[in-house]
């Protein structure tokens, strides 16, 4: 009897603490100071990867993008947290610079940053030769999309839903947040040039 209830508490305790394979993969939670976004956050990863055919492991080794070739180096994860790290650290500069004129919210910033790609787990498959493809169900809905159906699911709230809605080119078609606009070019500053940069 005394087991049970020491498994019963243990199991609350699992409910309420970040899946230590999210945690590894994205120590930049740490940074979400509300306790109850943070685990949203958290807890919108770990569905994802419910429902993923990708692992923690195949997002430390597929490359950041499928458009600049075989050998790119930089992968998933070394993009999704680069682009969490630009984004905090601009959003800090514009707090700290622009007189209270223009002001980032640095809780919404992370979450939204952290969560900007979520839907990319639903949105890839991995061929035969372990590459990850677009799925048919990607091809449908793209991640934008997922990324928000995920995050509601886990509770996220609306100004964060709205980081994952509006971070890629469906976000041009509406008016973007300032914490938007920040993951939004913290990510494309960081694809853009791989992609079509000028080489002289
Ligand atoms: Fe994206």
């Given at each position: 009897m005394e087991l049970d209830i020491w498994n019963l508490k243990f199991e609350e305790f699992n409910i309420s603490t970040m899946n230590k394979d999210v945690l590894a993969l994205w120590p930049?939670?740490?940074?979400?100071?509300?306790e109850a976004l943070r685990e949203q956050t958290a807890k919108t990863w770990e569905l994802a990867f419910e429902r993923s055919v990708l692992t923690p492991e195949d997002l430390n080794r597929i490359p950041f993008t499928l458009l600049v070739g075989p050998d790119l180096k930089v992968t998933f994860m070394d993009h999704k947290r680069s682009v969490v790290h630009i984004a905090r650290d601009a959003g800090q500069k514009i707090n700290d610079m622009y007189h209270g004129e223009l002001t980032v919210d640095m809780d919404v910033l992370i979450a939204g940053a952290i969560l900007a790609d979520v839907g990319k787990l639903l949105e890839y498959e991995l061929d035969e030769n372990g590459n990850a493809v677009q799925g048919n169900y990607g091809k449908y809905v793209r991640h934008p999309f997922s990324g928000v159906s995920l995050a509601e699911e886990a509770g996220v709230p609306a100004e964060v839903c709205h980081i994952i809605a509006a971070h890629a080119g469906e976000g041009n078609m509406i008016k973007r947040t300032t914490e938007a606009y920040v993951v939004h070019h913290a990510d494309f500053m960081t694809f853009l040039p791989f992609k079509e940069r000028l080489k002289v």
């Open positions: 930049e939670l740490e940074w979400i100071n509300n």
